[in-house]
């Protein structure tokens, strides 16, 4: 049975991410189809936005539903996450209320809200996906917390699409530098649909600073056993890209500075030689590159590998509106037209 929300793709089972997928190729190749007639989908979004609110209001609207775009703190209200609390600050009404209320009006509640960057005891929590997880009373999608789910998808079906065949592809993650410490929540999500595919993955960073957090680490573990790929850690740029033909780029903060942003710039400013380029891709076996966007050119990647045939960031860009379409689809059990014998059966 699928899980009812969207939240990690680790409550999700391999063949359930294969049928989302699958569904994903068929509206690609089909866009428009009423699978979301008559229903509304609540868009919350607490941060900023250009691809996720875009493919999300589009792709509701290629399904035939209505999407609603809330920003809690200006056109809505502020919201209170914790149980118990004293709302006596900015917040004026409760997740509870919030969640429920949202439900009654909507058939699809979909989250977009970072950590707060001070206290990752706190963050790793996810506490405002979870809540809206806990309260709803319809389908939960997470557009970015700690983790992002929906640009897995995206990412999996451009590598598909590329290769076909995922299973113990040589896939590189690698850590890159940025002015600023950024989510882990790429990163984290990386690793597990690339492990949930049996890819053979490698998570390249500067030191032991730069790790992720221990749970995403072990699920990347546990998933490359079960699924028959492998998980390795590395630290030495040549060696982690040496016939690599998946290379994906990422920037994170060090999690022991986490919160401390001027402690750990001392850190990050000596490692800016872990940019994407040539003469790192030209160790790969013609490896492909990607990369979730935003990104910052000549600092996370060079123009030469950005503009390269082999770089697959627009594609993966693009590919947010079908997957994610998929998974709303997938959601509220609706099912695709199959003219001429083109969509395959994508759902269970």
């Known amino acids: 049975m699928k899980p009812k929300h969207f939240i990690t793709t680790r409550q999700w089972s391999r063949p359930h991410i294969d049928r989302l997928l699958d569904l994903a190729s068929t509206l690609k190749r089909a866009p428009i189809q009423p699978l979301l007639g008559g229903k509304t989908v609540a868009l919350v979004f607490f941060n900023p936005s250009l691809r996720t609110r875009t493919s999300m209001e589009i792709g509701v609207w290629q399904l035939g539903g209505h999407a609603v775009v809330l920003e809690p703190g200006k056109g809505a209200w502020p919201i209170e996450f914790a149980d118990g609390a004293v709302m006596d600050g900015e917040a004026e009404e409760h997740v509870r209320e919030a969640a429920r209320v949202l439900s009654s009006y909507c058939d699809l509640i979909a989250v977009r809200k970072f950590p707060a960057f001070k206290n990752w005891a706190e963050d ?26 929906c640009q897995e998808l995206a990412h999996a079906l451009a590598l598909r699409e590329r290769f076909g065949n995922l299973q113990n592809r040589k896939y ?17 999500s990386s690793l597990l649909i690339a492990t949930k595919l049996g890819m053979d993955v490698t998570l390249l960073c500067p030191d032991e600073r730069y790790l992720l957090d221990e749970r995403y680490l072990d699920a990347a573990r546990q998933q490359a056993q079960e699924h028959g790929g492998s998980f390795s850690i590395e630290h030495d740029i040549d060696r982690a890209y040496a016939g690599a033909e998946i290379v994906y780029a990422k920037s994170w903060g060090a999690l022991p500075h986490y919160g401390d942003p001027d402690a750990e710039r001392a850190i990050r400013d000596q490692y800016k030689h872990f940019i994407v380029d040539e ?14 966007l935003p990104m910052r050119r000549n600092i996370k990647a060079t123009d030469a590998v950005v503009d390269s045939p082999n770089a697959l ?21 609706t099912h695709p037209k199959q003219p001429a014998g083109t969509l395959e059966a994508a759902h269970a």
């Open 124 to 149: 790793r929590q996810d506490l405002a996906i979870r809540a809206f997880e806990r309260h709803a009373t319809v389908p939960v999608i997470n557009l970015e917390t700690i983790e992002h789910p």
């Open 172 to 188: 590189v993650l690698t850590w890159t530098y940025h002015p600023r410490p950024l989510n882990t929540a790429v990163a984290n």
């Open 279 to 292: 003469r790192k891709m030209a160790l790969t076996n013609n490896a492909a590159f990607s990369h979730c």
């Open 313 to 333: 960031v627009i594609q993966e860009a693009a590919n947010r509106l079908p997957t994610q379409k998929a998974v709303m689809a997938t959601l509220l059990n």
